[in-house]
């Protein structure tokens, strides 16, 4: 591993909410996590999905920790985010793995839901906010559409 790549575990995320700004997550903390969701719905993973799920985030070190909000309402914005976290990874000596599409969707699901999880567990009130309540929406959805029984992922 870089150092690059080890030093990126270190960067904060939510530092833009003000919500969550002050309980620390770190993106090595977050990947870790993600790959953990991944080893525990899916019932075989690839060795990129995995490798995707612990470096997903590497790029921010160089980008920055842009808000869900930002990029959600931004498609440029996450477009160009995306080209160039993936250039700063390249950098790094950590470049994309090919996912297919459904990978990418299982992957987006386990960022999601790792999301949610930790809010869960560090804020639970924030939860209440309209956002969340989509995003948990969006989040059963698309373990329905993944074939994922709702009572093995939800944290009650």
Same mark, same amino acid.
């Given at each position: ?13 939510? !530092? $833009? *909410? +003000?919500?969550?700004?002050? @309980?620390? &997550?770190? /993106?090595? =903390? ?11 719905? !899916? $019932? *075989? +993973?690839?060795?990129?999905? @995995?490798? &995707?799920? /612990?470096? =997903? ?23 160009? /985010? ?75």
């Amino acid at each position: 591993m870089s150092l690059d790549i080890h030093k990126s575990g270190y960067v904060r995320r939510w !530092h $833009s *909410n +003000p919500d969550l700004a002050h @309980i620390p &997550e770190t /993106l090595a =903390h977050h990947q870790a996590q993600v790959a953990q969701i991944i080893f525990e719905l !899916h $019932s *075989n +993973p690839s060795s990129n999905l @995995i490798y &995707e799920a /612990l470096h =997903h985030d590497c790029g921010e070190m160089f980008v920055g920790d842009v808000s869900y909000t930002a990029k959600k309402t931004n498609p440029e914005l996450t477009s160009l /985010l995306c080209e160039l976290e993936g250039v700063a990874r390249g950098k790094m000596g950590c470049p994309n793995k090919p996912l297919s599409g459904v990978e990418i969707r299982w992957l987006n699901f386990a960022d999601r839901l790792q999301s949610y999880r930790h809010v869960q567990s560090v804020a639970p009130h924030v939860l209440r906010g309209q956002e969340w309540v989509k995003l948990i929406d969006m989040i059963m959805d698309e373990a329905d559409n993944l074939g994922i029984d709702n009572d093995a992922y939800i944290i009650g």
